[in-house]
Each structure stands twice: as C-alpha cells, then as structure tokens.
C-alpha cells in the first residue's frame, strides 16, 4: 500500500536502497541500439513503485524494466523537468550540479540504450590543470591519454532528464512516472 499527495517540492533520493533490494549492477561493457529485456533472475512483481525520478530512480525503472518488469511507478515531487534539448534553459540554469560520467558510467548508459541520447548533452573533460606550491606555471595533465577515454560531464538534472525522454520514447507502455506526487508513507 502506497499512500501519496500531490506536491511540489524535492523529494529523499533512495538510490542505495533501491540497488541493495534488487541487487542491480549498473556497470557493463554492453551496447544495445534497442530495449532489451535482460535475463530476469527472479519472477517481477504486479507492481512496482520507485521513490524519486533523478538519475538513480529512473535508471532504476529503466533497468527493471529491461528485466521484463512491468507497471513499474515512479514518484517525484518535483514537476516534470524541461526537454534535454531546451538549450535556452539549461544554460541559463544557475543551479546546475555537474555529473562525470567515467567509462564505467558511459558503459551502463549505452547498455540502457541511451548514452546517444546522453552522450548529445555532455561536454569532454579532456585533462587537467595543477597549480603546485612555488612553480611559477600550472602543470597540465591529459587525463583522457592517460585513462584511454574522454570523461564527460552533463548537469545531473538534464542527465534525469535525458533518462526520462528515454523512458517515454521506449519504455511508455511499462513505465509512468507521476509529478508533483509525494510518498507519504509506505506498508511493506
């Protein structure tokens, strides 16, 4: 039994949660062009509620889903977030928080079947720079030489709402998400 309420404000990110009762690995050297059910390692629910649709609660849906999952609910306290594509706000957005996405990051958003998608919205993180005590120049280090791929970064809301886009482009039959809905309390 899920009590909720309609709302507008930020809702507890339970991320660890979620990946510790599923047991989900978000890593993998997998691509896929498509959804893709994933070999289910256990019989999915009738329904299925996810807390919060930041990165973490839709990557959660989206990789459930993949598991052949189905009704799987996500609430959000927040309204919906403007198009990834909406270049007029996300530069304008003061309140931006950068996310890197590492190989490993790169990897499970391309097993998602999203990292284009993702991947359009990110800027390279290519090297960096070290200002040593008593050296009269910085020292630059080519980070990307050095690891063997280009770390990138994207604003954690846009990358939410990349997943979102991904979750209505492919995922609309399994998948809803609810705005402007708060979890009041939960009967296990």
Known sequence: KLTHA???SWA????SFRRRSYGLSMMSSATQAQPQVDSPTETPPARTVVIGSGPAGLA???????RGWKNIVLYDRLARLPKSDDEKFWEANERAYNIGLDLRGQNALKRFGCWER???CTADVTGRMDWVPGAKEPRETDMAKARGYT???IQR?????????EIEAAYKDTIRVEF???CKSVTW
Do not use: F, P, Q
Request: proline residues 0%; glycine residues 4%; aromatic residues 0%.
């Open 6 to 8: 309609r709302t507008t």
């Open 12 to 15: 507890a990110d339970a991320a």
């Open 60 to 66: 959660t849906a989206i990789m459930l889903a993949r």
């Open 118 to 120: 993702v991947e359009s």
């Open 151 to 153: 770390t990138k970064i």
């Open 157 to 165: 809301d846009r990358l939410a709402g990349c997943l979102l886009e």
């Open 180 to 182: 402007n809905a708060e």
